[in-house]
C-alpha cells in the first residue's frame, strides 16, 4: 500500500534555530498551507505573505525568502509494521538541501534535487499518526564549507549550485 503525502504546512525560521521537532505539536501558529509537489514561493504566495516575484518588481521584496530556514511538516496515519514487512519513504525529488525526520528522528540528508531519496522506515513508523519534517537550509548556508571550483566567468558559491 502506498500513501501520497501532499499537504503539508511550511514555517520559516532564523537559520539553525528552529524549534526541536516534536511530533505531538498541535500548534500550527505561523504555519503556512502547502501541497506537494510544490515549493515555497507558491505557498507564501497563496497564503498572501509574498507578493509573485516575476510580476512587476517583486522579485526584490520576496528575496529575504531564499536566506530562511524553511521547515515543511505534515502528519499522517500508518497502520502496525509487522515483522518481515518493508515500508519506505520514498521522495522523486527533494531541492535541494534538506535534513528529513520521521517522529523527531533524522532518517537522512538530501543535497541533490535530480535524486531519488529512500528511506527504510519500517521500524519508525508508529502505529497511527506520524509526522514528518523536511528542514530545508538556504543554500548560501549548505555550500559554505564546499570546495568551490574556479572555472567560469564566475565562481561564486552560488553557481556551484544546480537547483531546479
Known amino acids: 500500500m502506498s500513501q501520497r503525502l501532499d499537504q503539508w504546512q511550511i514555517k520559516d525560521f532564523d537559520f539553525g ?47 529575504w525568502v531564499a536566506g530562511r530556514e524553511w521547515h515543511w511538516r505534515t502528519r499522517f496515519d500508518a497502520a502496525p509494521v509487522a515483522d518481515g514487512e518493508h515500508a519506505e519513504l520514498v521522495f522523486d525529488g527533494i531541492d535541494t538541501f534538506a ?27 508508529r502505529a497511527g499518526t506520524n509526522e514528518l519534517l523536511l528542514v530545508f537550509t538556504p543554500v548560501t548556508e549548505a555550500v559554505k564549507e564546499r570546495e ?17
Open 148 to 164: 568551490v571550483p574556479t572555472w567560469g566567468a564566475r565562481s561564486e558559491q552560488l553557481l556551484t549550485t544546480r537547483r531546479a
Open 99 to 125: 535534513a528529513v525526520y520521521l517522529n523527531g528522528e533524522l532518517l537522512g540528508d538530501a543535497d541533490n534535487m535530480f535524486h531519488e531519496w529512500r528511506y527504510d522506515v519500517a521500524r519508525k513508523l
Open 17 to 63: 534555530t528552529g524549534p526541536s521537532f516534536n511530533a505531538t505539536s498541535d500548534d500550527d501558529s505561523g504555519w503556512v498551507k502547502a501541497t506537494a509537489p510544490g515549493d515555497t514561493h507558491c505557498a507564501l504566495i497563496k497564503a498572501g505573505r509574498i507578493a509573485d516575484p516575476f510580476v512587476g518588481r517583486n522579485e526584490a521584496a520576496a528575496a
